[in-house]
């Protein structure tokens, strides 16, 4: 039941550094302003109508603009994500995995500046035209698990501090060489279990990848400049 028959709470002047609340927003005042907050963690999921909904219902008819939250919105089977759906809000990680969505409108996440974690694992997004450009603060995309079939030379356009970038389990054939161009703090990839034939120079601009995993592909060959000034701690290869 957590705290839903709780009338209010508050924890200002504390050394809270994590917060998972699963009441109204009304009833918890938690401010970071108080806190030492890592964390303002926000389970949604109660908070909003769940019955035979399939577009995610604009977030800020039910959440205020002056806090900043961590959202988890998983398993409502929705299967749209509209133009604007988190305008006004400060939102530093975004869990919408294990849902039904399809389609993600280009500015979905329009003004989410200050986002650091997106998650969209287990759904069904074929491609992706979502606008996350220059989003500077954006260290971690978690698209494993979807449908996707090609990544546009734009996708990842201007994100130079991600850190993490998680495509496992997709149908990606086809990646062109300037995706990565602007991802020069990337540590680690996985782009295993996709449909990848071969590998060119993909990764000439990031210097010191941590962690590449290309395992459950149709490889058959390498090319010797595939990995030209890139340096790696752990490489995973299946060939076929």
């Known amino acids: 039941m957590g705290l839903r028959n709780v009338f209010f709470l508050s924890l200002l002047f504390n050394t809270i550094e994590n917060c998972i609340i699963q009441m109204s927003q009304e009833r918890c005042k938690c401010s970071e302003s108080y806190n030492k907050f890592y964390q303002i963690e926000i389970d949604c999921s109660n908070e909003m109508p769940t019955n035979n909904i399939q577009t995610l219902p604009v977030l800020q008819n039910y959440l205020k603009s002056n806090v900043t939250y961590s959202i988890l919105y998983k398993k409502k089977q929705i299967h749209k994500i509209a133009n604007y759906s988190f305008l006004n809000l400060q939102i530093i ?3 919408m995995s294990e849902n039904n969505i399809e389609i993600i409108e280009k500015h979905a996440f329009y003004e989410l500046k200050n986002l650091k974690i997106l998650k969209l694992s287990n759904n069904k997004l074929d491609k992706i035209d979502f606008d996350i450009e220059n989003f500077e603060f954006l260290t971690q995309i978690d698209l494993s698990y979807n449908q996707i079939k090609e990544l546009r030379s734009y996708a990842f356009r201007g994100l130079k501090n991600l850190e993490v970038l ?36 993909l990764f000439s601009s990031i210097a010191d990848i941590h962690i590449f995993n290309l395992n459950y592909n149709i490889l058959e060959t390498i090319d010797s400049n595939c990995f030209t000034k890139s340096h790696f701690k752990i490489l995973v290869l299946t060939l076929s």
Do not use: A, T
């Open 93 to 95: 990680n975004l869990d």
């Open 166 to 201: 998680d495509l496992y389990s997709n149908q990606i054939n086809l990646i062109k060489s300037e995706i990565f161009n602007d991802l020069i703090l990337l540590r680690r990839i996985s782009l295993g279990k996709n449909l990848i034939e071969n590998c060119r120079n």
